[in-house]
């Protein structure tokens, strides 16, 4: 393959790394291939007073309208609606989004649930474009050691029509403190919220681990105490509602080619083993606290790369996001959904059922 040209805006080690470990090429131009953004930058580029506009062979991180994914009140707003629409197709969709109200808009319908259930809306409270979000609080976390976690999974996605899904790794990130859902506890941080900014400031962190698990240690620990058939039936479900989250989306995303995205899935499991969306970050953190966080991040960048820019390519033949052929496992991505693939199948499916039919029909019987 070519060498290419790799720019980033800000210093991160994992991807610095991976760019040079491919023996490309970095420039503070305008002639990459491969830039690494903000989501700003990313957003002055597909603006059209920009007067910018990329080039065949130019890749970047992020899709131009993300935040119908990653910002709370749109996701929300995508995920009704999606819902609704197919319950009309009659497909059964799962609600995996805590019931959410959208302020001022939803006012009068938070006022009516909070008077009758309010020790349950105690969620959390963003402001995201002058709009409030309020999610129900998940009352009923499962607790391991007596502790709440949620789970930070990572979803590539390098193209919304045909949509093509990326499965990869992801960890546990637990709380220091024993859970309780005493109302006088709400405001303890460090027994509620998982994130490791905040978890460090507590003097029971462990700088060694960090509070995380792996998937994988999670989904073993599973099986032992909940059993193999629940715990395989949790993870069919976690890929259920990441590929029903992109496909909310699918329509209103603006599908560039020159465009891939790593997503970082917040998840939060309750007792009885059921996925609750909590929210999706385009610009998951990449910093490592531990020397698991160091593998995973630079293996996780090393495969993103290796999905959406393949080193197999010949001379010439780079020419943005390779949304060619069908999707392949590559190191530790799984294939979660290839739109075009699952299409194909349905297709195969309906002729040999047709031609069935016929064979049936021209059958002679004595």
Not at 256 to 283: Q, T
Not at 346 to 351: I, T
Request: hydrophobic content about 35%.
């Amino acid at each position: 393959m070519a060498l290419l040209e790799w720019k980033i805006e800000y210093e991160k080690g994992v991807i610095c790394q991976n760019f040079e470990r491919r023996g490309w090429s970095r420039t503070e131009g305008d002639d990459w291939n491969v830039f690494w953004a903000t989501v700003g930058t990313v957003k002055q580029i597909f603006n059209p007073d920009s007067g910018m506009r990329l080039g065949d062979s130019q890749l970047i991180c992020h899709f131009p309208n993300h935040y119908e994914l990653t910002r709370k009140d749109l996701m929300t707003k995508n995920m009704k609606r999606y819902i609704k629409e197919k319950q009309k197709e009659g497909v059964v969709v799962n609600d995996f989004v805590p019931v959410t109200y959208l302020l001022p808009a939803d006012y009068s319908l938070f006022v009516e649930e909070f008077r009758r259930l309010p020790n349950a809306i105690t969620g959390r409270f963003n402001r995201d474009q002058q709009t409030y979000v309020v999610s129900r609080y998940i009352e009923n976390p499962l607790l391991i050691g007596g502790k709440k976690f949620d789970l930070r999974i990572y979803v590539l996605i390098t193209s919304f029509r045909p949509l093509r899904m990326y499965l990869g790794d992801g960890f546990a990130r637990f709380c220091n403190v024993k859970y309780s859902s005493d109302v006088g506890e709400i405001d303890n941080p460090f027994m509620h919220l998982t994130n490791v900014s905040i978890q460090k400031h507590n003097e029971e962190y462990n700088n060694a681990h960090g509070g995380k698990w792996n998937v994988s240690n999670l989904r073993l620990y599973l099986e032992s105490t909940r059993g193999r058939e629940a715990t395989e039936r949790l993870f069919q479900d976690i890929d259920d509602l990441l590929i029903h989250s992109a496909k909310a989306v699918q329509n209103v995303m603006i599908n560039d080619r020159h465009c891939f995205e790593c997503y970082g899935y917040d998840l939060l499991l309750d007792d009885d083993l059921k996925p609750w969306l909590v929210e999706v970050n385009a610009s998951p953190s990449l910093a490592a606290t531990t020397a698991m966080d160091r593998e995973m991040k630079g293996a996780l960048i090393r495969d993103v790369l290796a999905v959406a820019v393949p080193e197999e390519l010949g001379e010439g033949e780079y020419r943005g996001a390779n949304t060619r052929g069908p999707c392949r496992d590559t190191g530790d991505f799984v294939v979660l959904y290839d739109e075009a693939a699952e299409a194909e199948k349905v297709r195969r499916a309906e002729e040999e059922r047709a031609m069935g039919k016929e064979k049936r029909k021209g059958k002679s019987w004595k």
